[in-house]
């Protein structure tokens, strides 16, 4: 490599590296609407202050609550939980990319979560609450200052990895939905469908895409067979997909298997031996309620704590291989 190249190289490393904090703080932001309550989100970011461990709900982080943010023009990862989930699901993956540099703003989805489901079946929404919330970190926040617009991925897991895809320019068509369900009324999806028909006009609702996404972690993608062979073709973000062996709410090849089948292009697709649905999730700090137990339980033998490790590691080097790492210097120049 000549010295020319040499030189670009380091500076475009300078300019791309996020802090190399070793803490993670937190905070809990209201974004705001104009014609709805606000929107709770979960923010997680690079900070030199002492953490302490904290309990999220059913989870637990060490994180400095508060904090003051370091660094700048940092990368940003939306965060979309599944049906029925908080902000809070993925604290341990959000607690870890901040550590390594990155802002993540976790979103709870307005009408689809454990408070509220009236709009469990708006699937239109979903993509659309993702790209008002990268607008408004962007352009809003308290954080916009410190946050590098060229620079945003998202996060999502079941229905939320259904919606990152939907919003970084997948063209789902939930017509499919019927011949699936005939196939397969036992599933998730179509019991849930089943009992909370879509609100008027949200079949007909345009998808929103978001050009500003530059990279996509889809873990157990809901809805993956609504993509089929055309519908993932708007999708140019880079692509990292996560299947569960063992998934028993999203079962078959139907999900992520389908997303995998039909995105025409290289993509990190990743199958988790022994995985179900729920072990995407943060593991429990607390002994559940009943009614939330399966949220908790993994299959005898499978070690939670030790998959998100290496989970954990694997998406926060994809984001950075993604966001972060310099591309393009091409030797010799």
């Not at 079941?158 to 939907?166: E, I, K, P, R």
């Not at 292009?265 to 002994?287: E, I, K, M, Q």
Request: net charge neutral.
């Amino acid at each position: 490599m000549s010295l020319r190249a040499l030189l670009a190289a380091a500076l475009l490393t300078a300019a791309a590296t996020p802090a190399l904090a070793a803490n993670a703080g937190f905070m809990v932001l209201k974004q705001p609407r104009p014609d709805a309550p606000p929107v709770e989100v979960g923010v997680w970011y690079p900070t030199d202050a002492a953490p302490s461990p904290m309990r999220l709900g059913l989870n637990a982080q060490t994180v400095a609550a508060g904090a003051p943010i370091v660094g700048e023009r940092l990368p940003l990862i939306v965060m979309s939980h599944g049906n029925g989930g908080s902000f809070a699901g993925h604290a341990d993956t959000a607690q870890a990319l901040a550590e390594a540099g990155f802002v993540v703003a976790a979103l709870t989805h307005p009408g689809d979560n454990y408070r509220d489901q009236s709009r469990a079946t708006a699937m239109t929404d979903r993509p659309a609450a993702v790209s008002s919330l990268i607008g408004w970190m962007l352009d809003g926040s308290p954080l916009k200052a410190k946050l590098d617009t060229d620079r945003v991925g998202a996060f999502g897991f079941s229905s939320g990895g259904f919606t990152v895809l939907a919003a970084a320019g997948g063209e789902p068509d939930l017509s499919r939905m019927a011949d699936h369900c005939r196939a397969a009324p036992n599933n998730f999806d179509c019991k849930l469908t089943a009992s909370r028909p879509a609100p008027a006009g949200a079949l007909t609702a345009p998808w929103v895409h978001d050009p500003r996404i530059k990279a996509v972690v889809a873990a157990a993608p809901a809805l993956g067979f609504t993509f089929g062979e055309d519908g993932l073709r708007g999708i140019t973000a880079p692509v990292q997909l996560w299947k569960a062996a063992d998934d028993q709410i999203l079962p078959g090849d139907d999900y992520a298997e389908a997303v995998h089948r039909n995105l025409k292009r290289p993509h990190d697709y990743r199958v988790v031996a022994n995985a179900g649905h729920f072990d995407f999730l943060a593991p429990c700090a607390t002994t559940p309620p009943v009614d939330l137990a399966h949220l908790c339980a993994s299959a005898p033998g499978f070690d939670r704590q030790a998959f998100h490790r290496d989970f954990n590691a694997a998406v926060v080097r994809f984001f950075t291989d993604q966001l972060v790492a310099p591309k393009d210097v091409a030797p010799g120049r």
